[in-house]
């Protein structure tokens, strides 16, 4: 069973730095993009972040400068950098990725359980 599985969520003051990761474990036979979304309570879930498979990125405006996306092939892992924390990125945090699976050959659109963020005044 093909799967993501995220870490690193936690509770931070405002002006604090967090890591996410997200690992995809199983029988994989590639990954395409791969990214990060929030969802505030109340709020709709919004894209923060992606990087595709050759490292192109893009982020959201409210992110922009204090969000860094990154990913490691080699560990079937992406990553975010939250630097400048603001109350406003309080959220629950989800990884999304589009895997091809190597039993069956066929891509599925995995998200991960979520991790949360909480900032802090």
């Known amino acids: 069973q093909v799967q993501l599985v995220e870490s690193g969520g936690g509770l931070v003051q405002a002006g604090g730095s967090l890591r996410l990761s997200c690992a995809a474990s199983g029988s994989i036979f590639a990954i395409n993009a791969m990214a990060w979304y929030r969802q505030a309570p109340g709020k709709r879930r919004e894209l923060v972040a992606s990087?595709?498979?050759?490292?192109?990125?893009q982020y959201a405006d409210s992110v922009k400068g204090r969000f860094t996306i990154s990913r490691d092939n080699a560990k079937n892992t992406v990553y975010l950098q939250m630097n400048n924390l603001k109350p406003g990125d309080t959220a629950v945090y989800y990884c999304n990725a589009g895997v091809r699976e190597r039993l069956l050959s066929r891509w599925l659109d995995l998200w991960g359980q979520g991790t949360l963020v909480t900032v802090s005044t």
């Open positions: 990087v595709t498979s050759r490292d192109s990125t």
